[in-house]
Nanobody, 125 residues
Framework: QVQLVESGGGLVQAGGSLRLSCAAS????????MGWFRQAPGKERDFVAR????????VHADSVKDRFTISRDSAKNTVYLQMNSLKREDTGVYYC??????????????????WGQGTQVTVSS
């Protein structure tokens, strides 16, 4: 079983930065992909970014492109989300996810097998 634990959320003013971390543990942790999703109050959970574990190939949602960067440290089994130039609309609970194998639709929740509990990000004006 894989466990994912997010950290790094908090309250930040618009224009500020935060770095989220997601530490993974499990006897044989070797995912195909890891991703970040977020859920704003009253809305569905949306894709933010994903990275392939082996090759490090990344994809970012258009809404965060050029502001957020996903990265990973394989030695630490940790994935990061660097968030710059934060906007009020970035507010929400951010979830880390891991997928065991390739499947179509890695921007969808069904592309992932394990989920963290989430960390709250609040951007104030």
């Amino acid at each position: 079983q894989v466990q994912l634990v997010e950290s790094g959320g908090g309250l930040v003013q618009a224009g500020g930065s935060l770095r989220l971390s997601c530490a993974a543990s499990g006897r044989t942790f070797s995912p195909y992909v890891m991703g970040w999703f977020r859920q704003a109050p009253g809305k569905e959970r949306d894709f933010v970014a994903r990275i392939t574990w082996s090759g490090g190939s990344t994809v970012h949602a258009d809404s965060v492109k050029d502001r957020f960067t996903i990265s990973r440290d394989s030695a630490k089994n940790t994935v990061y989300l660097q968030m710059n130039s934060l906007k009020r609309e970035d507010t929400g609970v951010y979830y880390c996810a891991a997928g065991n194998s390739y499947r179509p639709g890695l921007w969808l929740e069904r592309g992932y097998d394990y989920w963290g509990q989430g960390t709250q990000v609040t951007v104030s004006s």
